[in-house]
């Protein structure tokens, strides 16, 4: 029961890291840009649920529309004013914009809220589902609910319309895409844009998965990197596939390790997985593969 309940919780734990990572994969694989303001978005997303909960007793699942809609919004002028100023510069130029960015964020988030961790939480917030000697939160198995959510719509977009096939497109091969008539210039804004509004719309799942403040976004822009480099580049299915690993290999670990290495075992499977298969589980590599 209690290798059920760690494989559950690995799970469930493995979604969010899978909403988290996938807008990151989606930015760097099309654009080439590592954002490392992700996680701050994210926490700027779950500020969002927090104002919106405590001010006007919003659920924060409620919250996610808007959250992502103005994080849309600033990851789209951020790109379009910008990083295109920079853009086709060395990636160490993109890298220094974006750190920039980060503390910027970092810092008017403290301004406006100061450093106190806060949490949402909501009042069904105590209530569970019990089998067995296994207790899952009602929190828990609706955060699991929408981070898939938000994960397939996400893929639908990608799949199903023109400007998600335009998206694509690029991450595979900007110039060919251009030759078909692909606008560039619209792709990276709406595509950094979509980036940001899947971190604001992570951001009230965590706010009631955990107990945030501004300053632990790198911490989730780490985890970030860990799932798209699991999962592969500018994939979703990826980052699903690297989600899921990598809250399984956290949950697992503590029954040999114990709790305190969590991190230490992420960062350790992201080395393998690097040695092993550079690429990711699901990156463009595999789907060269699979095409041949």
Partial sequence: MLLLEI?????????????IGVGFSIIWGVMNLIN????????????????LFTAFGLDPFLSIPVSAA???????????????LVVKGSIFMTLILTFGFDLLLVNLLLALFTADTRSVTPAYGGLAIAWGGIRISYIRLGVFGMALL????????????RLGNAIKATSFDREAAELVGVDIKRIFPLTLGVGAAMAGATGPLLAMSYSFSPVLGGAFTMKAFVVVVLGGLGSVPGAVVGGLAL????????????????????FALLIVVLVLRPAGFLGKQFYAEVRA
Avoid: P, W
């Avoid at 938000?150 to 319309?161: N, V």
């Avoid at 290495?261 to 992420?266: F, G, N, P, T």
């Fill in 150 to 161: 938000l994960t397939a719509l996400l893929h639908l977009f990608l799949e199903r319309t």
């Fill in 36 to 51: 490392l303001a992700h996680g701050t978005m994210i926490m700027a997303g779950a500020y969002i649920a927090f104002v």
């Fill in 70 to 84: 103005v994080l849309f919004v600033l990851g789209y002028g951020l790109q379009k004013y910008v990083v295109n």
């Fill in 7 to 19: 494989v559950i919780n690995g799970v469930l734990l493995g979604a969010l890291y899978t909403c």
């Fill in 247 to 266: 809250g399984l290999a956290e949950h697992l670990s503590t029954l040999v390790l114990g709790s305190g290495y969590q991190d230490a075992i992420s």
